[in-house]
């Protein structure tokens, strides 16, 4: 299992239109192909971070090409594009022996 931290970088003053687009409509469409999201977040300088969870390389890759096959998908990248200024980054994190996230 693995985590994915994914920060978007919104266009100066459109943060608070970022998240609630991801929260109400790119999110809920992740959701209904199977991801698992912890959560999302705003953070400083107009980024949203949310933080997806998967069991393994196989589980993301057909996680992300089924929503990338939905016929919703290109209209929400569209927005999410012209919502945004620089490129998405994401981390991924792998729970420590220790971890409760296990």
Avoid: K, N
Avoid at 6 to 27: K, S, W
Avoid at 32 to 60: C, L
Avoid at 64 to 70: E, F, G, P, S, T
Wanted: proline share 5%; hydrophobic share 40%.
């Amino acid at each position: 299992m693995f985590y994915e931290i994914r920060t978007e970088h919104a266009q100066p003053g459109r943060g608070a239109e970022l998240a609630r687009y991801l929260d109400e409509t790119v999110i809920p469409l992740h959701r209904e192909h199977g991801m698992q999201v912890v959560g999302s977040f705003t953070g400083a300088a107009d980024t949203v971070v949310w933080i997806r969870r998967f069991e393994d390389d196989a589980d993301r890759e057909r996680i992300l090409d089924a929503v990338h096959q939905d016929p919703r998908c290109a209209a929400l990248a569209a927005t999410v594009s012209a919502l945004t200024g620089d490129p998405a980054a994401t981390i991924r994190l792998l729970p420590t022996a220790g971890s409760a996230l296990r």
